[in-house]
């Protein structure tokens, strides 16, 4: 292994730290704003669970992204300039405080650099890259929805429990939701950064081609670790706005918006998509906000500041890599 190759397989691992760090807000921020634990107690749970997700999914996500551009056209100046474009917009959106997706940035990134190198957009999967755009729209529709549902059974179950009692119960099942959210998030984020050093190590010779790309046990522990890391390091400016500028959050509600987004997150998982944990946990607390018809209570002028965040994440991060990758390629004077 070339020691350029290492330098890559530590940006890709500087990025999953970054992704941590930047969605950590998707893992605690529910937990944090209905005072059910503190910051800091919170982002060690999350980071217990980001880990161990290891133990828990197949890598049915890394798989499909180390599928996603024609290995002809993988090389380590394009998987370089993809890291890099998706690290520079995760830490823009990280500084004005936007909940964009790290997923979408990763995947942009990928897809800019490799287009330019190839000169033909038909070097990307079709369906790989078709399942992440259209999960864009499913997967805050599916966790609003499954939100949504989740908090008026919860209603309708607990409708002769007093206060009291509904906000004692739920500040308990909280601790599980968020462990169980911190799992999916671990499950499906950790698999892209797998995905991406997996393509890097077969484009450098390192690891054998094969139809299903699986990924060495070494990148799976050193990549959830590092996320887990990154999560440790927390990510304040988007935990208020996921936690309490969207909508206002009691026990049950945090609840029922975690239990919502693991559900979605597990099954994306289990599908191989690289689905965006941020779009889904947004959705979710979107869906338990309108319960009640309360759909006041939703800040919509917050949550359409977040979807313009989405919508550009991945053009933004396609050109700023393929900007990088065509400044590497110059200077290195290899593909």
């Not at 890559?8 to 059910?36: C, E, K, Q, W």
């Not at 099942?173 to 499950?187: D, E, K, T």
């Not at 500028?245 to 998509?273: C, Y």
């Not at 933004?316 to 990088?324: D, H, P, Q, T």
Request: aromatic share 10%; with cysteine.
């Amino acid at each position: 292994m070339t020691t350029y190759v290492i330098a890559i397989i530590v940006v890709a691992l500087v990025f999953d730290f970054i992704n941590g760090f930047h969605d950590a807000a998707n893992s605690i921020a529910t937990v944090v704003s209905t005072r059910v634990l503190s910051p800091r107690t919170a982002v060690v749970w999350a980071a217990l669970f980001n880990f161990i997700a290891f133990a828990l999914f197949e890598p049915t996500v890394a798989r499909n992204i180390a599928k996603g551009v024609e290995a002809a056209f993988i090389t380590p100046n394009v998987i370089l300039g993809g890291l890099s474009g998706a690290i520079v917009w995760n830490l823009l959106t990280w500084w004005w405080g936007l909940p964009s997706s790290s997923s979408h940035a990763l995947m942009g990134g990928f897809a800019g650099a490799a287009v330019l190198n190839a000169g033909r957009v038909s070097v990307l999967d079709a369906k790989i890259f078709g399942m992440t755009a259209g999960f864009i729209v499913v997967a805050p529709l599916l966790g609003s929805l499954v939100g949504f549902a989740l908090m008026q059974a919860i209603r309708w179950l607990g409708r002769s429990w007093s206060p009291r009692v509904v906000d004692t119960r739920f500040r308990r099942l909280q601790l599980v939701s968020a462990a169980a959210y911190s799992l999916g998030h671990g499950g499906n984020d950790a698999q892209k950064t797998m995905g991406i050093i997996t393509a890097l190590l077969v484009s450098a010779g390192v690891q054998e081609s094969s139809d299903r790309m699986e990924p060495m046990l070494w990148v799976v522990l050193v990549c959830h670790a590092a996320m887990g890391l990154g999560t440790l390091s927390g990510g304040w400016r988007i935990v208020k706005t996921m936690g309490m500028k969207i909508t206002k959050l009691k026990p049950v509600g945090g609840f029922a918006a975690e239990t919502a987004g693991a559900a979605t997150l597990f099954g994306a998982t289990a599908l191989g998509v690289p689905v965006s944990t941020t779009h889904t946990i947004t959705g979710a607390i979107v869906g338990v906000g309108a319960v009640g018809g309360r759909l006041s209570a939703v800040r919509w002028g917050v949550a359409g500041r977040i979807v313009w965040a989405w919508i550009f994440t991945i053009p933004a991060s396609a050109l700023l890599s393929a900007l990088i990758y065509a400044a590497t390629r110059a200077l290195t004077g290899e593909p």
